[in-house]
């Protein structure tokens, strides 16, 4: 487990492309039906990139975003890192392509982390215990993905996701009373759930393996993540989960006996964007002042893997 003092999140920001292709639009287009797909996975619509658009043009809006949020200019970021599972190019890495969109210097170091739709949580992870040994002070982390890029859109299976990005800034904050918590987790003997096998172009989901998963994994971190901090349920005030479906957060809801109303959601707008759920969900919670400080906020995320892990956080 990973237990950081006296580090804020300084900043949030997200950014999603103009593109919006309903769910209607794409049961009438397969034949399937629309009202499943409401009712089981709570999509109405989804952001998709246009064919000039990529990752990092995405990731360095929701940087941006995010630095003015935190009352900073772009060469105070000292440290760049961003989670994707959909880079623009093999190499170089996300980050350094949105290093220079940004401006920053050379002095900066930026790498990529890849655990799909976790992705944020480790390299979140990752940011605090870089500032924790006090090699960095300002640290980016990024979450975005553009898993319209490799979705066959003639499948059934299209409609779970979308393109977005959101970004945090993360800063030491000596004398606060911020802390911030997390267990992450990893099972390659899932491996088959979700990926790209060598060669194909697209993703290949076994989506009944991904619902029996998500709600055992996503349940048992939470829980071990409170129990490991001396907090129960009851002392959560909001949850930012990722955003796999709304069928498996109600059921997470159930299991943990914590009221879906603390649950946040996005996917009727966003669907799963995957690497980006988490810092885009909570910029906008964020922005619309559903957090004050001293919450206990719990972030959560399921993705290919398996990855999976929890985190607590108290708000400042």
């Given at each position: 487990m990973a237990f950081f003092k006296e580090i804020k999140i300084a900043g949030t920001g997200s950014f999603t492309p103009s593109k919006v292709v309903t769910s209607e639009e794409l049961a009438n287009k397969l034949g399937s039906n629309v009202d499943w797909i409401y009712s089981n996975l709570g999509i109405v619509e989804r952001r998709i990139a246009g064919g000039d658009e990529f990752s990092s043009d995405l990731g360095a809006q929701a940087a941006k975003n995010a630095i003015e949020?935190?009352?900073?200019?772009?060469?105070?970021?000292?440290?760049?890192?961003?989670?994707?599972?959909?880079?623009?190019?093999?190499?170089?890495?996300?980050?350094?392509?949105i290093q220079e969109k940004l401006g920053v210097s050379n002095r900066c170091p930026a790498f990529d982390i890849n655990a799909v739709c976790s992705g944020f949580l480790y390299a979140m992870t990752l940011g605090f215990q870089l500032i924790e040994s006090r090699a960095y002070q300002n640290v980016l982390v990024v979450g975005v993905d553009t898993f319209s890029k490799i979705t066959d859109w003639n499948r059934r299976d299209c409609v779970f996701f979308g393109d977005g990005a959101g970004a945090v800034v993360l800063q030491s904050a000596p004398g606060s009373s911020s802390f911030f918590s997390s267990k992450l987790f990893a099972d390659g003997t899932g491996k088959d759930g979700f990926t790209v096998y060598p060669g194909d172009l697209f993703f290949t989901m076994d989506a009944r393996s991904v619902y029996e998963t998500g709600t055992t994994v996503l349940t048992q971190a939470i829980r071990e993540v409170l129990a490991a901090n001396g907090l129960s349920v009851g002392d959560v005030s909001a949850v930012i989960p990722h955003q796999p479906s709304v069928r498996v957060l109600k059921r997470t809801s159930e299991l943990l006996d914590i009221p879906f109303s603390k649950f946040k959601t996005n996917m009727d707008k966003h669907a799963n964007t995957a690497s980006a759920t988490v810092p885009l969900l909570l910029d906008q919670v964020n922005r619309r002042g559903e957090l004050r400080s001293g919450d206990t906020v719990v972030f959560a995320a399921v993705g290919s893997g398996w990855t999976w892990g929890a985190a607590v956080y108290k708000w400042q």
């Open positions: 949020s935190a009352g900073l200019a772009p060469n105070d970021i000292d440290l760049i890192i961003v989670a994707t599972a959909t880079p623009d190019r093999r190499a170089p890495s996300t980050a350094c392509l």
